[in-house]
């Protein structure tokens, strides 16, 4: 009889484990395209969100990757996307690394230069081109994308990063650190 329990017990304990090993999304990457099963926003590719538990264009950016559209860059809506505009130093030896991704050079600090957050530096898609900055007070500067700030280094994914010139143009003390901002493309 305890031979036969223990055989029991046994063969319980290996089918537990088998089930959860047919559970195991093993065969997957992990990382869901559009319409894909997801739980968490690190589960969808790209710049798609978990919605619903599915992997679908985020509304708040304006991407079409899942709905079709004429563009598969993300265009923020034309309102302005909410970010936190941080203080960077675009120059040789400054708090920014090394040179932007964009181009593989330095920049005058004082020129009206950003890097933005991974997802909307979209691959480099942005990279020259112009976005308008508004602050609160409804004071607003155009400035050139240069550079990207890297998510995988730790940069949050709603960073404009921009220069002293960015700053200053926008009047405020760069020694806040951080404002929260509206951004749009130009």
């Given amino acids: 009889m305890a031979n036969s329990l223990l055989l029991l017990v046994c063969l319980a304990s290996v089918w537990i484990v ?7 999304p093993f065969m997957a990457s992990g990382i869901s395209s559009c319409g894909g099963s997801c739980q968490t926003l690190d589960d969808c590719a790209g710049q798609l969100i978990c919605i619903d538990g599915k992997c679908d264009d985020d509304p708040d950016v304006g991407t079409h990757t899942c709905g079709g559209g004429s563009s598969p860059t993300p265009d923020p809506p034309s309102s302005g996307t ?10 040789e030896g400054g708090d920014g690394g090394g040179p932007s991704e964009c181009d593989g050079k330095y920049h005058d ?15 480099g898609s942005r990279c020259g081109k112009m976005i308008k900055i508004t602050v609160p007070n409804g004071r607003s500067v155009l400035a050139k ?8 280094d730790g940069c949050p994914n709603d960073i404009v990063d921009g220069s002293d010139g960015v ?20």
Avoid: K
């Fill in 167 to 186: 700053w200053n143009a926008l009047g405020l003390d760069i020694d806040i650190g951080e404002v929260h901002v509206t951004w749009s493309t130009a």
């Fill in 18 to 24: 088998f089930m959860n090993i047919l559970s195991l």
């Fill in 109 to 123: 600090n004082s020129q009206n230069i950003v890097a933005l957050s991974t997802r909307w530096y979209d691959h």
């Fill in 145 to 152: 994308v240069v550079d990207e700030c890297d998510e995988s």
């Fill in 82 to 91: 909410p970010a936190i505009l941080t203080n960077n130093n675009f120059e």
